[in-house]
């Protein structure tokens, strides 16, 4: 191994100025992360339909609890909000809404976007389900 | 391999070691991949949610002859691998940030790769077992 040449690092987060786009940029790894982790319930959601009734009442018995839900509900909001902040850096890698008011109109709509698709879907999920 | 900046063997700067394929080894393929895979899951996702509401409130039974039919296994087995390989290229990203002692972070590179496949597989396997109806 050759020696580490020790270069000036770049500054870290607590740094700089908060800005929306910083903010957002976290937000977006930090909910792809996870997603990581949430795929776990969806294998163990699959794997039981595969099995039979018993396991399956085992994974609605979790999503029927509190704590159960509220995974499954940050799960959707963390899917919308990847799905809507990724599409805004599809514009990006386009080479579309660099200047600034555009990339704060972008943010703000992958924000708001996530959490009212994800309200939306729950309403619809609620009415379809009965709250099941 | 000689060092890189040791006097008298090589003339290369670490700059120009680093071109073309770059410091992965492996050029642009994960970030081509990395959006191939992304437009893919926006494209599913309109189907993926219907499938999800189309089992809301069913017992196992329902679900299981709703996630054997061919369109909608289809639409699953296609979300699953797009899914596992773009959250693989994404974690690896975090850990290249994140990991910097090399063998660490080999093995980190390594545990998300058994993780992804295993997921993914699962998955697969389980959606396969409900379409053949064994």
Same mark, same amino acid.
């Given at each position: 191994m050759t020696a580490r040449?020790? !270069?000036? =690092?770049?500054?870290? =987060?607590?740094? +700089? !100025?908060?800005?929306?786009?910083?903010?957002?940029?976290?937000?977006? !790894?930090a909910t792809g992360v996870a997603l990581y982790f949430g795929t776990l319930v969806l294998a163990w959601w699959l794997i039981a339909a595969a099995t039979g009734p018993a396991? +399956? *009442?085992?994974?609605? *018995?979790?999503?029927?609890?509190?704590?159960?839900? =509220?995974?499954?509900?940050?799960?959707?909001?963390?899917?919308?909000?990847?799905?809507?902040?990724?599409?805004?850096?599809?514009? &990006?890698? =386009?080479? +579309?809404?660099?200047?600034?008011?555009?990339?704060? *109109?972008?943010? &703000?709509?992958a924000a708001i976007g996530g959490i009212a698709l994800t309200v939306l879907l729950w309403i619809v999920a609620y009415a379809i389900g009965g709250g099941r | 391999m000689s060092a890189p900046g040791s006097p008298g %063997?090589?003339?290369?700067?670490?700059?120009?070691?680093?071109?073309?394929?770059?410091?992965?080894?492996?050029?642009?393929?994960?970030?081509?991949?990395?959006?191939?895979?992304?437009?893919?899951?926006?494209?599913?996702?309109?189907?993926?949610i219907v499938v999800v509401m189309m089992l809301l409130g069913r017992n196992q039974a329902g679900a299981a002859q709703i996630l054997g039919s061919a369109p909608i296994a289809i639409v699953m087995l296609l979300f699953i691998i797009a899914s596992a390989w773009h959250m693989k290229i994404g974690m690896q990203v975090v850990?290249?940030?994140?990991?910097?002692?090399? %063998?660490l972070k080999l093995a980190s590179i390594m545990a998300n790769n058994f993780f992804c496949i295993a997921v993914a597989l699962a998955s697969i396997y389980a959606i396969l077992k409900l379409s053949s109806g064994v």
């Open positions: 040449i020790e !270069r000036p =690092l770049s500054p870290h =987060l607590q740094t +700089y !100025r908060w800005t929306l786009t910083m903010a957002l940029s976290i937000i977006h !790894r396991a +399956y *009442a085992n994974v609605q *018995a979790f999503t029927s609890n509190f704590i159960g839900r =509220l995974i499954v509900f940050g799960y959707t909001w963390a899917l919308l909000h990847h799905m809507l902040s990724g599409i805004r850096h599809f514009v &990006w890698d =386009l080479g +579309y809404g660099f200047k600034a008011n555009e990339r704060e *109109a972008l943010t &703000w709509g | %063997k090589s003339m290369r700067t670490p700059l120009a070691r680093v071109r073309n394929l770059g410091a992965s080894h492996s050029g642009t393929s994960d970030f081509w991949r990395q959006r191939v895979t992304a437009v893919a899951m926006v494209l599913l996702m309109v189907p993926a850990i290249e940030d994140y990991i910097h002692g090399e %063998k």
